[in-house]
């Protein structure tokens, strides 16, 4: 009967939701260990030109092995900001793709990486200044003379800038000053409003892949990526479509007259040597040809 069907039902929930914690409980112990016991490595996603297939840039993708099984981001980031680790992870993916930028600019083929920066990372006028003074001693224990920030863009959420703060305006503002770019990434997924682009020191817009993949099902969808892109070059921000997947999905990107792409229907994100051979041979039939 239904009461039997709704108590069934309630103590499955129920069982959900204690595994659910329990997993967390269990990731959240595995987490703490997992840059000390080198679980961490950087995957590397190329952003392309839609009309040459030429690689312009990457996404940097952090990926936790664990036990030798992949656990994803989607999964342990939140983990590691409700847990504070963030902050330490955030420093160690911001090293290794300066170590990455450094080795491709030894070998000629250096191109700017886009790094995922979390909302936790600049919640506090103390992780604010962290954050700035990072790049400071990083420069001064690497021993470089000058910094390749006009290589580094730093992506980061609409969540940030619901926040409104002054502080965070200066902080952005100051890490322009310094040469880097400022994308906001899954745009239009928060609670976007068209005010916090205007008011915000950003460079470029990352149009989620949930929109992407709407492209097929309709003239609606069609016209909601019209508008962000017009309204993008209104305010002279550079644009990346995000999840880009199948050779449609592409050919309307590019009667938009995007100039950079990021999706399976040309590169799946990579490790390290693969993506540095990648950039190796491209330099090496654009040279030839
Ligand atoms: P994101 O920054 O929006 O990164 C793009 C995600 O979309 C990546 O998932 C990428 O593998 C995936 N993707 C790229 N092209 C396609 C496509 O054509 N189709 C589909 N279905 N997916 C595509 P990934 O690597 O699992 O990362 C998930 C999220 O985890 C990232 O979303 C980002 O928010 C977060 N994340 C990853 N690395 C870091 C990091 O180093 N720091 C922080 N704070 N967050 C990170
Ligand atoms: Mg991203
Ligand atoms: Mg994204
Ligand atoms: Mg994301």
Redesign the pocket.
């Known amino acids: 009967n239904a009461k039997a069907r709704g108590r069934n039902c309630l103590q499955f929930f129920n069982q959900q939701i204690q595994k659910d914690a329990e997993r967390n409980a269990e990731l959240h112990l595995y987490l703490k260990t997992a840059l000390a016991q080198h679980e961490f490595e ?2 590397y ?1 190329p952003i392309v030109n839609p009309f040459t297939s030429q690689i312009i840039k990457a ?5 936790w092995i664990h036990d030798g099984k992949f656990i ?3 999964e342990f ?1 939140p983990i ?2 409700e847990s504070g680790l ?1 902050v330490q ?2 420093e160690w ?1 911001r090293t290794q793709a300066l170590t990455s930028i450094l080795a491709l600019q030894q070998r000629q083929l250096a191109i700017p990486l ?5 909302t936790i ?1 600049f919640w506090t006028a103390d992780l604010q200044q962290r954050f700035l003074a990072y790049f400071d001693a990083i420069q001064k224990q690497f021993g470089l003379d000058d910094f390749p920030y006009s290589l580094i863009t730093l ?1 980061i ?1 609409e969540s940030l800038m619901m926040k409104q703060q002054k502080s965070i305006n200066l902080l952005l503002t100051e890490l322009r000053h310094r040469g880097m770019k400022i994308s906001v ?2 745009f239009g997924t928060g609670y976007s409003s068209l005010s916090y682009l205007v008011n915000f020191p950003v460079d470029q817009i ?1 149009i ?2 949930s929109f ?2 709407k492209i097929t099902s309709g003239s609606r969808h069609k016209a909601l990526i019209e508008a962000i892109v017009s309204m993008s070059r209104a305010l002279d921000l550079s644009i990346v479509a ?4 199948t050779q449609e999905e592409l050919e309307f990107i590019k009667q938009q007259d995007i100039q950079a792409v ?4 040309f590169y ?2 990579m490790p390290q040597e693969a993506f540095f051979d990648l950039l190796a041979k491209q330099a090496q039939s654009t040279s030839t040809t």
């Not at 886009?114 to 979390?118: G, L, P």
């Not at 995000?242 to 997947?245: A, F």
């Not at 990021?262 to 229907?265: R, S, T, V």
Request: aromatic share 4%; no cysteine.
């Open positions: 950087l995957y996603q996404e940097v993708l952090l990926r994803s981001p989607d980031i590691a900001e963030i992870i955030g993916v886009s790094i995922n920066v979390s990372e992506e959420t990434d899954d990352k989620d892949k992407i993949q995000e999840g880009v997947e990021q999706g399976y229907h799946r994100p």
